[in-house]
Antibody, heavy 126, light 112 residues
């Protein structure tokens, strides 16, 4: 059974930093692209960032590019999101999500998110 | 970024009756590889989203066959043939054809 468990969410001041983690199990982690998706309180879904299975390709939403960095450690089956220069508008539940399509190598993404974690709450406030 | 526009934003439905949600994209979602990366997700209250439909019309494993997706190019539809109580929640379309992936605003399905 696929499991994704996020952690690292916290209350942080504007301008601060935070690193989120997503521990994956139940599948061959390195074969799948992964993403972070966030949801501000009472709002809709916003895709944040994606990374290929091997970690060589990364993409970001305009709203976080230059401030957030996605990475993965395939030896630990863990996805990360380093968040710097945090703003009030970054307050949200952050979900990690797994791509549906297996990727044999290189940069491949489908954006068909077949598994989601329960999310971790990031609150940016003074 | 591609803008995804859903209608309606709210859909009160009688149990056992059909429901339909429209999703329109600001540009064609046909990828250079020939696929159209348009998916539908359901988010029940207090839960993470759940994949229902991918690549326009492919029902994900375990999704009841009362859910169906259709469309092409820029216009897509999610249909629920007979709404059940467990279908209450918010439904999102999402495009993954062009990076800067984007979701629709969400459509809240509730029981009348």
């Amino acid at each position: 059974e696929v499991q994704l468990v996020e952690s690292g969410g916290d209350l942080v001041q504007p301008g601060g930093s935070l690193r989120l983690s997503c521990a994956a199990s139940g599948f061959t982690f390195t074969y799948y692209a992964m993403s972070w998706v966030r949801q501000a309180p009472g709002k809709g879904l916003e895709w944040v960032s994606a990374i290929s299975g091997g970690g060589g390709s990364t993409y970001y939403a305009d709203s976080v590019r230059g401030r957030f960095t996605i990475s993965r450690d395939n030896s630990k089956n863990t996805l990360y999101l380093q968040m710097n220069s945090l703003r009030a508008e970054d307050t949200a539940v952050y979900y990690c999500a797994k791509d549906l399509d297996v990727c044999g190598g290189g940069s491949c993404f489908s954006g068909d998110f077949d598994s989601w974690g329960q999310g971790t709450l990031v609150t940016v406030s003074s | 970024d591609i803008v995804m526009t859903q209608t309606p934003l709210s859909s009160p439905v009688t149990l056992g009756q059909p429901a339909s949600i429209s999703c329109r994209s600001s540009q064609s979602l046909v990828h250079s590889d020939g696929n159209t990366y348009l998916s539908w997700l359901q988010q029940r209250p207090g839960q993470p989203p759940r994949l229902l439909i991918y690549k326009i019309s492919n029902r994900f494993s375990g999704v009841p066959d009362r859910f169906s997706g259709s469309g092409a190019g820029t216009d897509f539809t999610l249909k629920i043939s007979r709404v059940e109580a467990e279908d209450v929640g918010v439904y999102y379309c999402m495009q993954a054809t062009l990076f800067g992936w984007t979701f629709g605003q969400g459509t809240k399905v509730e029981i009348k």
